[in-house]
């Protein structure tokens, strides 16, 4: 029985080969996300692959350029030709749920101006229905009383995510509200009514985003498409 690192790297490794000489490439964030960029570190060594990669965080950005990669900034470059990112969950249509490390606005960005868009999750994040892990939304700390007060009245049990003791803060300073919705029955509505909110800067619905899904399993990578 695999454990779920390794399916996270049974995930990773086979997203390397999406990655051809030549190309822009948005690097995601998260733990399956290393294993990608590890397989990309080695094809760069071994292969001598030329890529240049626009990362979803400062994080992704450090531990790529500690491997030699190109690292660019989304700003600096024109088109992206792939965007390849882990998720929280991923549901049958491949709508997901992103953010459980916080990037998720950077992610969407990257995502948004990329050509495609691919997924790596090992298969405990392949689930039938969206909601059960909390969905992150990152939100100004300016108003942010106001704004948790408004969505625990919607009933969508707010809280304010805390690393050691304080905030956690996203790279662009902002906080994290996770919503502990249990399901989301209408995922579109509440991407909509998230998004009108003053205060919220992004949240982690990545919808109609991604065609493409490679989940480790105990049998080897499953890529699905739609
Ligand atoms: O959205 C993300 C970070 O904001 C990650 O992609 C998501 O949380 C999955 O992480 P992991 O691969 O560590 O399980």
């Known amino acids: 029985m695999k454990t779920q690192d390794e399916l996270k790297k049974i995930a990773g490794y086979k997203a390397a080969e999406l990655v051809e000489d030549g190309m822009t490439v948005g690097l995601g964030t998260g733990s399956t996300v290393r294993y990608l960029l590890d397989a990309l570190g080695e094809r760069i060594k071994k292969d001598g692959v030329h890529f240049t990669g626009v990362p979803t965080s400062n994080r992704t950005a450090e531990y790529g350029r500690n491997l030699g990669m190109t690292i660019k900034s ?21 709508n997901g749920i992103k953010g459980g490390g916080g990037a998720q606005t950077w992610e969407k960005l990257v995502a948004t101006n990329s050509k495609q868009c691919a997924w790596i999750v090992d ?4 689930v039938d229905q969206l909601g059960k892990f909390p969905l992150p939304v990152e939100v100004l700390e300016y108003g942010h009383h106001q704004l948790v007060k408004r969505l625990a009245d919607l009933g969508y049990k707010p809280e304010v995510r805390q690393k050691d003791g304080k905030f956690f803060r996203t790279d662009e300073g902002n906080i994290i509200v996770d919503l502990h919705l249990g399901k989301i029955a209408a995922p579109y509505d509440l991407a909509d009514e998230l998004s009108n909110m003053t205060g919220v800067v992004e949240h982690g619905l990545f919808l109609d985003m991604t065609k493409t899904v490679v989940i480790g399993t105990q049998n080897g990578a499953v890529v699905k498409t739609k």
């Open 123 to 126: 298969e405990s994040k392949a």
């Open 74 to 94: 989304l700003d600096d470059v024109d088109t992206i030709d792939i965007t390849i990112d882990g998720a929280d969950e991923v549901d049958p249509q491949i």
